[in-house]
Nanobody
Framework: QVQLVESGGGLVQAGGSLRLSCAAS????????MGWFRQAPGKEREFVAA??????????YYADSVKGRFTISRDNAKNTVYLQMNSLKPEDTAVYYC????????????????WGQGTQVTVSS
C-alpha cells in the first residue's frame, strides 16, 4: 500500500517561510497528481494546493487564502511533492496533509485516495 510521509513542519514567526515535503514509501508510486490540505484547531479540513496531471498537461490550483504565498511543486527524481510556504500568517497554523489524487475534483478531500500522517505548522505572531 502507498504511504505518504510529510516533513518540514515546525514553528515559525509570521512572515517567515517553511517548505513541507511529502515523500512516498512502500510500493512504487508516482506523485504526478498530489494535493495539500490543512486542518486548523476547531476547523474543518480545507484544500490548500494541488498539482494535477491530466492528458499531458499539468494543472496547478491554490486556495484563495494562499495564492501568491504558497507554491506546490514536484521533484521528478525524488518522487516527492513540496509545498513552499512564504509570508506565513498566524492563520496558516494547522496540521498539513499531503494526499494522492485519485479521481474527482481537486479541491475535495474525497478525490484523494491516500493521505499522509500530517505535519504541524505553527505560525507565531
Amino acid at each position: 500500500q502507498v504511504q505518504l510521509v510529510e516533513s518540514g513542519g515546525g514553528l515559525v514567526q509570521a512572515g517567515g517561510s517553511l517548505r513541507l515535503s511529502c515523500a512516498a514509501s512502500g510500493r512504487t508510486f508516482s506523485t504526478y497528481s498530489m494535493g495539500w490540505f490543512r486542518q486548523a484547531p476547531g476547523k474543518e479540513r480545507e484544500f490548500v494546493a494541488a498539482r494535477i496531471w491530466s492528458s499531458g498537461t499539468t494543472y496547478y490550483y491554490y486556495a484563495d487564502s494562499v495564492k501568491g504565498r504558497f507554491t506546490i511543486s514536484r521533484d521528478n527524481a525524488k518522487n516527492t511533492v513540496y509545498l513552499q510556504m512564504n509570508s506565513l500568517k498566524p492563520e496558516d497554523t494547522a496540521v498539513y496533509y499531503c494526499a494522492a489524487h485519485s479521481s474527482g475534483t481537486y479541491y475535495s478531500g474525497a478525490s484523494y485516495a491516500h493521505w499522509g500522517q500530517g505535519t504541524q505548522v505553527t505560525v507565531s505572531s
